[in-house]
Nanobody, 115 residues
Framework: QVQLVESGGGLAQPGGSLRLSCVASERIASFRAMGWYRRAPGLQRTAVAIITSGGTTNYVDSAKGRFTISRDNAKNTVYLQMNNLKPEDTAVYYC?????????WGQGTQVTVSS
């Protein structure tokens, strides 16, 4: 069973930055894609940023220019650097990993953007 453990969430002021980390229990190079999703209060979970095994990245429009997803295969870790945070970024952020058979989810980390 693949385990994904997120960290790095917390409270940030508008305009501030946070970096989320997701450590996998298996080689992340084996996953065809990894990504970050978020669930804001009262809303469904939605994709924020995806990175494929080949390094291709995709972002939701609201994250473009502010967030950067990256991966360190040697550390089995995927990161989400979030800059210029806005109150509407407040959500629980989840790490996801996809292989040929199924997807896996972490437990989530809370990000709150407030002054």
């Amino acid at each position: 069973q693949v385990q994904l453990v997120e960290s790095g969430g917390g409270l940030a002021q508008p305009g501030g930055s946070l970096r989320l980390s997701c450590v996998a229990s298996e080689r992340i190079a084996s996953f065809r894609a990894m990504g970050w999703y978020r669930r804001a209060p009262g809303l469904q979970r939605t994709a924020v940023a995806i990175i494929t095994s080949g390094g291709t990245t995709n972002y939701v429009d609201s994250a473009k220019g502010r967030f950067t997803i990256s991966r360190d295969n040697a550390k089995n870790t995927v990161y989400l650097q979030m800059n210029n945070l806005k109150p509407e970024d407040t959500a629980v952020y989840y790490c996801n990993a996809e292989n040929e058979l199924r997807g896996y989810w972490g437990q989530g980390t809370q990000v709150t953007v407030s002054s």
